[in-house]
């Protein structure tokens, strides 16, 4: 079930969707594949029921292999949209253009009393980034002050990288912290795993 031979059809596809619209899809539409591209952990904390985990680095990694795998109505799911954005232009750029993005990601979806799947708890990437870069600001800021001014520099920094990252809609930040130990999974698959998984589906 391959959608590099797009139609115009999927050309039109919407580039992001509201959960209303997603669980109308579920209702309606046999062809409907969700694909959410988090981590491994926040996966197992909460997923739509019947989604499909291919984590945004996997995917960019193999992007023309899943793009031939994927369907031709394609829901691309996250915590907030940002990184299923991401990966709706990676698989774009390969020619699957029947992608949309579920705006407010999975959160939003459970708020529309959608089929979640819960299990254990584990922060979102997001909150983490914001954590972990206010973090470092903090410290620097109380560095520069009880230890060295030089350490102010950790500030400048953070501020540097969130600024650019917003400038160009990705985060390095995000990138290594989803490849720590506790945003990794047990049952997170591999590309042969994932691939194999959507071959099931068609």
Not at 17 to 41: C, P, Q
Not at 90 to 117: C, H, I, K, T, W
């Amino acid at each position: 079930m391959t959608s590099l031979n797009t139609t115009n059809a999927l050309d039109a596809a919407p580039k992001s969707i509201d959960a209303s619209t997603l669980k109308a899809w579920e209702d309606n539409h046999d062809d409907l594949m969700i694909i959410d591209v988090r981590s491994g952990a926040e996966f197992d904390a909460m997923h739509i029921n019947g989604s499909y985990h291919v984590p945004l680095a996997m995917l960019s990694e193999h992007t023309e292999e899943f793009a031939a795998k994927m369907g031709t109505r394609v829901v691309l799911v996250c915590q907030s949209g940002n990184r299923a954005e991401q990966a709706r232009k990676q698989l774009d750029s390969v020619g699957l253009a029947s992608a949309s993005v579920l705006s407010g990601g999975v959160p939003a979806y459970e708020a529309a009393g959608g089929n979640v799947v819960r299990g254990r708890g584990a922060w979102a990437l997001e909150r983490q980034v914001r954590m972990t870069a206010g973090s470092l600001v903090l410290a620097g800021v109380l560095g520069s002050k009880f230890i060295s001014p030089k350490l102010g520099l950790i500030a400048g920094g953070i501020g540097a990288g969130l600024t650019f990252s917003a400038a160009t809609n990705s985060c390095a930040m995000g990138q290594m912290l989803s490849k720590m130990p506790w945003n990794r999974s047990a049952n997170e698959p591999t590309a042969h795993q994932a691939l194999k998984n959507l071959d099931a589906r068609a």
